[in-house]
C-alpha cells in the first residue's frame, strides 16, 4: 500500500472524488494541478492511511522511505536541496482533512531553513532581511506546534524588537535584529527542551509530519468535530508543498478569496491581501488587510489571472470556492481551493441562484443538499453579530438561537422583571412546571443540570425560546451565580447562544433573524420531493404554537401535550384540587372544570389547524409533576410551619411520590387509577370538534393513549375513549383512536397492540433511555462526555437516533405493527422527530410523518426532502 501521492499522480479517478484518501486539501491540489492545469507549487500528500496507522500503532512501515523519495523527486525537479547552503529547497508541512476543520490542525511553514541554509537564501534572493524574517518565522511556528512551546514567549520578543526598532510594522524590523531574533528564538527552544533547534531538514520534516498526525486528536479538533458531526476515526492527511513567498519585498504578497460573498451570497470576487506577506499574516489577523479589489490597483495582470481562475474554480466546482493564493514577485500561486463557509443567508441565496444559473445548472436535488440545519437555524432565530466572544463557561446547546438579558433565579421574580420591561434571562439550576410562568416571561434560558431531552430543553424549544443546559460549572448561591471566582448578582446581564453552549458575562450583540426571499422557494422544493410520502408535524400545545407550526409549513399536528395546558394561567390549582380531592364528588368538580378549560384549548387549535390531523395526547406525567417539591415543603415545615393547604399539598405529594417516577404511574397506568380523568379529556377534546363542525370546520382528531405495553391495556383504555365519544355525540366526527409506542416490550408486542390502533407514534425520548438504561435528565453533565469521548458511542443517543438497537426496534414496531393491521399510520414524535440526522434514518424506517416543535417545522421540512433524495441514489 502506497502512503504518498505527488500533487500530479495519475489517479484512476478525479483527484477531487478522493478526500477519503488524500484529505480535502490535498484532493484539490491534485485537482488545480493535474486537471485544471493551474499554477500550484509542485508537492505532496501523505495520506489519511498513514495518519491513522500511526494513531493506531504509531509510525507506519515504509512510511519514512516514500517520503524522502518524494523529497528527492522534488530536489531533482527543481534542482535544489534541502538545507542547502547555497540555493536551499524550503517546504511547508500542512494539515488536510476530509472535512474541512479551518485552524484546528497544524501547519508549519518554511521547513528546511537552519543556520547554513539561511545564508543561502540570503545569498540567492539577495535579500537578508527576508531571509532572517523567514528563518525567524519558523523557529517560533516549529517551537510552538512540534516542540509544544508556548507561542506568547517569541511573541513577545518579536513586539520588543518591533519596540526597539521604532516600527508598529513587521516589515519595519531591519535585519541585524530579526538574526538577532534567530538565536534569540534558537536560546528559548534549547533552554525549554534541553536541546538545541534541529539543523537537519529532514529531522525538521518528520517532526512537522507527526505533529500533524497528532493534532487530528489534538483538544480543540476534537471539539470541532464533536461539534461538526465528524467521526473522530478519519484521521487527516499531510500535505508536503514547495515554498513560494509573498514577504520576498513588495511585488509580492498573499490573499484569502472566495468566488462570492460568504456572509450574502453576492457574486463576486470577495477577500483580503497583503502586500509583502506570508499567509499566516492574513488569517491571523496580526496586520490590517486590503480588500481584494486593490489588488486590481497595485497587480494589474495578476488581478486579470486571478480573476479568470475564480471563475473557473467556481464553475469546476459548481459551488462557491475559498481561495489561497500567494503572489512572488510578479508570479502567481495557488495555494490552497475548497468550498468556502458560508452563512445561512448566503447559502440559500447561492443555493437558488445556481439553479437558474445555466452555466453551473445546479438540480433542486442538489441545491437542497447543500443546506444545513444550521443554516436555517441562522436565518430562524437571532445569533451572536460576532462570533469573537470570551466564554464564561459552556453547556449543551439544547434550542437554537442567542439571547441577551438580565438574570433572575426565579420564575416569580423573572415575570416581574419582564413586566418592568426588563429582558429576562432565567437561571435556575433545573426547571419543572412550576416555572413555566417564569420560562414565557424570559427571553432564554440556562440550567446548571439536564440534558438535551430535560424539561427546559423541551419546553425552550417548543416555544422557540435560546437555552443552554447542564452548565455544571455555575454555582446558584444566594441571589448570585458564581463560576469559578467570577460572580454574577442577579439582575446582572449575561449573553447565552443556544446553538453552541457559550455562556457570556455582559451584552454581546444580536443579529436579528431574517429569511432570505429565496427561504421559501427552497422549502417549496423540499416539499415537492417529500411529497405525498413524508409528512412533517408539529409538537404543539396551544392556538399560538399551532399557528407558528401552519405557518412554517407543517401538515398537522403530531404531538398536542395536554398536561401542558394545565400549566397555563389558573389551571395548576384547579389541577391541584382534584388530585387533593378527598371524595368522588369533589374530584368530580375539579374535573368538570379543567374539561370547560380544555375544550376551550382544543377548539383553538384546531381551528388553526382546520382540514389537517391533530394528534392530541391524553395525559401522560405522573401527577407528583404537578404538585410542589417535597423538599422545599420540608425546609419550609421546619423553618417557618406550613399552612393548612401546605400541609395537604406535602402529604399528597408524599403519597404519589415514587422512586422512579418515569418508570411509574404516568400515562395509561394513571388512568387504570383515575379512568374519569381521560374521560374528561376526551368529552372537552370531542365537545370541541362537534361545536367546530357545527361552524363548518373540518376538524381531524387522532386521539393517542400513551404508555401502553399491551394488547390488553389498550383495549381497557379505548373502550373508556369510544364510551366517552359516544355519550358526547362524537360519532360523525373524523376521530381515530392510536398509541405511543415508548417500551421495548410496546415495540416487540406491537402486532398484538395494533389490533385496537388506527396509529402508532414512537416517542423516540422514552423509548432511548429505556433501550439504553440512562436517565435523560442525569446522563448529559459527566457521563455522556466521557462516554464521546472514549468512543463508547458514536453519537449521543438522545440527540440522534445513532444506534442499531433503537432503530431495531422501530423497524421492528413497526413491520409487526403492520403486519397485525396493514395500512396502520406511524409516526415519530419526541426529540428526534426535529433532528435532521434522525429524520434521515426514520425516514428509512418506513414512517408516514415525523413531528418536531413549530420552530424546527423547516428544518424537518428540508431533512425529509434531503434523506428521500439521499435514498433515490
Known amino acids: 500500500m502506497s502512503f504518498v501521492f505527488a500533487f500530479d499522480f495519475p489517479h484512476p479517478v478525479p483527484p477531487r472524488e478522493l478526500k477519503d484518501l488524500l484529505g480535502g486539501k490535498g484532493a484539490n491540489l491534485a485537482e488545480m494541478t493535474s486537471v485544471l492545469g493551474l499554477p500550484v507549487p509542485p508537492g505532496f500528500t501523505i495520506s489519511t492511511e498513514a495518519c491513522r496507522s500511526y494513531i493506531v500503532s504509531g509510525w507506519p512501515e515504509g512510511l519514512t522511505g516514500e517520503v524522502e523519495a518524494a523529497i528527492a523527486f522534488l530536489e531533482t525537479a527543481l534542482g535544489k536541496r534541502l538545507g542547502d547552503a547555497r540555493d536551499p529547497l524550503l517546504v511547508s508541512v500542512r494539515s488536510g482533512a476530509k472535512f474541512s476543520m479551518p485552524g484546528m490542525m497544524d501547519t508549519v511553514l518554511n521547513l528546511g531553513l537552519n543556520d547554513r541554509s539561511v545564508e ?424 399560538p404554537d399551532a399557528k407558528v407550526a401552519r405557518e412554517f409549513g407543517a401538515k398537522g399536528i403530531g404531538l398536542c401535550r395536554t398536561e401542558h395546558m394545565f400549566l397555563g394561567e389558573g389551571r395548576l390549582p384547579v389541577v391541584r384540587a382534584m388530585i387533593l380531592a378527598r371524595t368522588e364528588e369533589e374530584e368530580a368538580a375539579a374535573l368538570e372544570e379543567l374539561r370547560r378549560t380544555q375544550r376551550d384549548d382544543f377548539m383553538e387549535i384546531l381551528e388553526v389547524m382546520d382540514g389537517l390531523p391533530v394528534t392530541v395526547r391524553l395525559l401522560d406525567p405522573p401527577l407528583h409533576e404537578f404538585l410542589p417539591d417535597t423538599r422545599e415543603l420540608e425546609v419550609k415545615k421546619a423553618v417557618e410551619g406550613l399552612s393548612v393547604e401546605e400541609s395537604r399539598l406535602l402529604y399528597t405529594a408524599k403519597q404519589w411520590e415514587e422512586a422512579n417516577p418515569m418508570l411509574g404511574v404516568r400515562g395509561v397506568r394513571l388512568a387504570v387509577l383515575k379512568p374519569g380523568l381521560y374521560a374528561m379529556q376526551v368529552r372537552a377534546l370531542v365537545e370541541a370538534a362537534i361545536a367546530l363542525r357545527q361552524k363548518g370546520r373540518s376538524p381531524k382528531v387522532e386521539i393517542m393513549i400513551p404508555l401502553t405495553i399491551s394488547g390488553a391495556e389498550l383495549r381497557l383504555a379505548r373502550s373508556w375513549v369510544e364510551e366517552a365519544i359516544a355519550t358526547t355525540g362524537g360519532e360523525g366526527i373524523d376521530i381515530t383512536i392510536g398509541t405511543m409506542i415508548e417500551t421495548p416490550r410496546a415495540a416487540l408486542v406491537a402486532g398484538e397492540i395494533a389490533e385496537s390502533a388506527e396509529f402508532f407514534s414512537f416517542g423516540t425520548n422514552d423509548l432511548t433511555q429505556m433501550t439504553f438504561g440512562f436517565s435523560r435528565d442525569d446522563i448529559e453533565g459527566k457521563l455522556m462526555p466521557t462516554y464521546l469521548g472514549l468512543g463508547l458511542l458514536e453519537e449521543n443517543p438522545f440527540k440522534t437516533v445513532d444506534n442499531r438497537a433503537l432503530m431495531e426496534l422501530v423497524r421492528l414496531g413497526i413491520q409487526r405493527g403492520r403486519e397485525a393491521r396493514p395500512g396502520l399510520k406511524v409516526g415519530i414524535c419526541g426529540e428526534h422527530g426535529g433532528e435532521p440526522e434522525s429524520i434521515a434514518r426514520l425516514v428509512g424506517a418506513g414512517v408516514d410523518y415525523v413531528s418536531c416543535s413549530p420552530y424546527r417545522v423547516p428544518v424537518a421540512r428540508l431533512a425529509v426532502a434531503q434523506a428521500l433524495i439521499r435514498m433515490a441514489g
Open 120 to 543: 543561502g537564501l540570503a545569498l540567492q534572493t539577495g535579500d537578508i532581511r527576508f531571509a532572517y524574517d523567514s528563518y525567524r518565522r519558523f523557529i517560533a511556528m516549529y517551537g510552538r506546534i512540534v516542540l509544544d512551546l508556548p507561542g506568547e514567549v517569541f511573541e513577545e520578543l518579536f513586539a520588543a524588537a518591533k519596540e526597539l526598532a521604532c516600527t508598529k510594522s513587521d516589515s519595519g524590523v531591519p535585519a541585524e535584529l530579526l538574526r538577532y531574533l534567530c538565536g534569540a528564538y534558537k536560546d528559548i527552544v534549547e533552554a525549554r527542551t534541553g536541546s538545541p533547534f534541529p539543523q537537519d531538514p529532514k529531522e525538521q520534516i518528520f517532526g512537522a509530519i507527526r505533529a500533524v498526525f497528532s493534532s487530528w486528536n489534538g483538544a480543540r479538533a476534537v471539539a470541532y468535530r464533536e461539534r461538526e458531526g465528524i467521526p473522530h476515526d478519519l484521521g487527516t492527511a499531510v500535505n508536503v508543498q514547495v515554498m513560494v513567498f509573498g514577504n520576498r519585498d513588495d511585488s509580492s504578497g498573499t490573499g484569502v478569496g472566495f468566488t462570492r460573498d460568504p456572509a450574502t451570497g453576492s457574486k463576486g470576487m470577495y477577500g483580503d491581501f497583503l502586500v509583502n506577506a506570508q499567509g499566516e499574516d492574513v488569517v491571523a489577523g496580526v496586520r490590517n488587510t486590503e480588500p481584494l479589489s486593490t489588488l486590481e490597483a497595485s497587480f494589474p495582470a495578476v488581478f486579470v489571472e486571478l480573476s479568470e481562475i475564480f471563475q473557473r474554480l467556481e464553475l469546476h466546482y459548481r459551488d462557491m470556492c475559498d481561495i489561497e493564493f500567494t503572489i512572488e514577485r510578479g508570479k502567481l500561486w495557488m495555494l490552497q481551493t475548497r468550498v468556502g463557509k458560508r452563512t445561512g443567508v448566503a447559502a440559500i441565496r447561492m443555493a437558488v441562484e445556481m439553479v437558474s444559473d445555466p452555466a453551473i445548472g445546479l438540480s433542486r436535488e442538489e441545491a437542497l443538499l447543500r443546506i444545513s440545519s444550521d443554516h436555517l437555524d441562522q436565518v430562524l432565530h437571532p445569533q451572536f453579530a460576532t462570533q469573537v466572544v470570551e466564554p464564561l463557561t459552556r453547556g449543551l446547546g439544547a434550542s437554537p438561537g442567542a439571547a441577551v438579558g438580565r438574570v433572575y433565579f426565579n420564575s416569580g421574580d423573572a415575570v416581574a422583571a419582564a413586566r418592568r420591561g426588563e429582558p429576562v434571562i432565567l437561571v435556575r439550576k433545573e426547571t419543572s412546571p412550576d416555572d413555566v410562568h417564569g420560562m414565557l416571561a424570559s427571553a432564554g434560558v440556562l440550567t446548571t443540570r439536564g440534558g438535551l431531552v430535560s424539561h427546559a430543553a423541551v419546553v425552550a424549544r417548543g416555544w422557540g425560546k435560546p437555552a443552554v443546559v447542564g452548565a455544571d460549572e455555575i454555582k446558584i448561591s444566594s441571589g448570585c451565580m458564581w463560576v469559578g471566582d467570577v460572580k454574577i448578582e442577579e439582575g446582572e446581564e449575561i449573553s447565552i447562544d443556544g446553538t453552541s453552549g457559550v455562556v457570556v458575562k455582559g451584552t454581546v450583540p444580536l443579529q436579528a433573524a431574517h429569511p432570505p426571499q429565496e427561504f421559501s422557494e427552497l422549502l417549496a422544493w423540499a416539499d415537492a420531493v417529500a411529497a405525498s410520502r413524508v409528512k412533517v408535524r408539529a409538537n404543539a400545545d396551544s392556538g
